[in-house]
């Protein structure tokens, strides 16, 4: 049974940092993990996409050059790291998880998720 499990979540001010971890269990293979945010009232948007046997990474333009994806795959968890927080970084946090080829794009391409973690960034 696939397992994602996130955490890491909070309140922070803006201009600060945080790392949000994903730890998975119960599958042998993956083709790519992503990180997802989901605001009240927005669409859930693909924050950042790492394809796991090449380590390339992809990121969305509203946090490219703040935020950085990574895997250790010994320890079987996911990261996201988050430096210069702004408010509108605010929505919960989700991680997800492609297990074959394919497209890693929108919510459709993953068939395992997360239960979220909530990141609140004040002003």
């Known amino acids: 049974q696939v397992q994602l499990v996130e955490s890491g979540g909070g309140p922070v001010q803006a201009g600060r940092s945080l790392r949000l971890s994903c730890a998975a269990s119960g599958y042998t293979y993956t083709y790519c993990m992503a990180w997802f945010r989901q605001a009240p009232g927005k669409e859930r948007e693909r924050v950042a996409t790492?394809?796991?046997?090449?380590?390339?990474?992809r990121y969305a333009d509203s946090v490219k050059g703040r935020f950085t994806i990574s895997q250790d795959n010994a320890k079987n968890t996911l990261y996201l790291q988050m430096n210069s927080l702004k408010p509108e970084d605010t929505a919960m946090y989700y991680c997800?998880?492609?297990?074959?080829?394919?497209?890693?794009?929108?919510?459709?391409?993953?068939?395992?998720w997360g239960q979220g973690t909530q990141v609140t960034v004040s002003s």
């Open positions: 997800a998880r492609r297990s074959f080829g394919g497209y890693c794009s929108g919510p459709a391409d993953f068939d395992s």
């Open positions: 790492v394809f796991t046997g090449s380590g390339s990474t």
